[in-house]
């Protein structure tokens, strides 16, 4: 999930409009944050990431103090991602479903991850006004400082601050994915059952490993993050019983994440390369540590070049010693 730099004023007055400008900034940030998080709504929206484009339908609610979400696909196979609270439940088109972590949770996920403390590694500006979906917005950029993570173009509503367009955008201010919205109900009347997790679903195997599992026992470590990166608790599953259990590690600055995961592969073959959808890349290397021979791949919202240099410095090690 850019805006134009402001021009610099030649007037006295230029460090204190520039104060004005950046609490003015927050101010909007803070107050999108919450909306986000607090109103009601639904609707629908445009969703692009790379060359796709999908049509999506969302409903949002506060229900009991709970935050209540539906994403529905709306062309193409029927996909949902439904959030109950802290519980998130990926309905598949197979009738499966598949629990996530929240910061898992789709397309509205910068959104999410929106709050009214921008990371230090970003500048955030105002940048005009505008229409999104018939409405009256206003426009803020958030910059990166350095070339290690993308940055943001925002359309907050004027009457709700809700956010109703983001962009993320490379150093050449290039879209690689938006999400637009193209009608907005504020009033939309949910209750609970809209929310209900849809009957006659076999929930796929995705099970924590206990504690004393071998795999536990290794940790995942990187030499170098770029700077305001941190790492979240590493979690180690087993997606089924013919295959290896997989670690994810995840970082995150605020608003970037990319998670680098571990599979052991023994001495098989292994395919080793870089992809990339819209803003998001997949970096792929064959490591060979003290412990074994791994497969470790990096996903996430970050350049190639940061990708790159993150999986280089990637290491397993027996966390026992």
């Not at 925002?154 to 690689?176: I, R, T, Y």
């Not at 009033?187 to 009957?199: A, M, R």
């Not at 995840?250 to 994440?257: E, N, R, V, W």
């Amino acid at each position: 999930m850019k805006l134009r730099a402001l021009a610099l004023s030649l007037t006295l007055f230029a460090p204190v409009a520039a104060l004005a400008e950046d609490s003015q900034a927050h101010a909007h940030l803070q107050a999108m944050s919450q909306a986000n998080r607090s109103l009601d709504y639904s609707g629908r929206f445009l969703y692009q990431f790379g060359a796709e484009v999908s049509t999506m339908e969302v409903s949002h609610a506060v229900i009991n103090g709970e935050e209540y979400q539906r994403l529905t696909h709306l062309d193409g196979r029927l996909v949902e991602v439904l959030r109950r609270g802290d519980e998130v439940i990926c309905v598949h088109p197979d009738r499966s479903l598949t629990r996530m972590q929240k910061s898992q949770a789709g397309p509205m996920i910068l959104a999410q991850r929106l709050t009214e403390d921008v990371p230090a590694q970003y500048n955030i500006l105002v940048d005009g006004d505008g229409r999104v979906a018939g409405r009256h917005v206003t426009q803020l950029r958030v910059a990166p400082l350095d070339t290690h993570r993308y940055g943001y173009r925002l359309w907050m509503d004027n009457e709700s601050s809700l956010l109703l367009k983001s962009e993320v955008v490379d150093g050449s201010g290039v879209a690689l994915e938006r999400v637009e919205f193209v009608s907005l109900d504020l009033e939309p009347n949910l209750t609970l059952s809209h929310f209900e997790i849809p009957e006659s679903l076999r929930e796929s195997e995705l099970q924590p490993l206990s504690e004393d599992h071998q795999s536990t026992l290794m940790s995942v470590e990187a030499e170098w993050l770029p700077a305001g990166f941190e790492a979240a608790d590493q979690d180690w599953r087993s997606a089924d019983g013919r295959r290896q259990p997989v670690a994810a590690q995840g970082y995150s600055d605020g608003l970037a994440a990319f998670t680098v995961f571990v599979e052991a592969v023994g001495k098989g073959a292994v395919e080793e390369g870089v992809s990339r959808v819209g803003p998001t890349v997949a970096v792929s290397r064959r490591l060979t540590a003290p412990s074994g021979a791994y497969l470790i791949t990096l996903v996430g919202e970050v350049p190639q070049a940061t990708a790159e240099r993150v999986i280089e410095g990637i290491s397993v090690r027996d966390a026992r010693h």
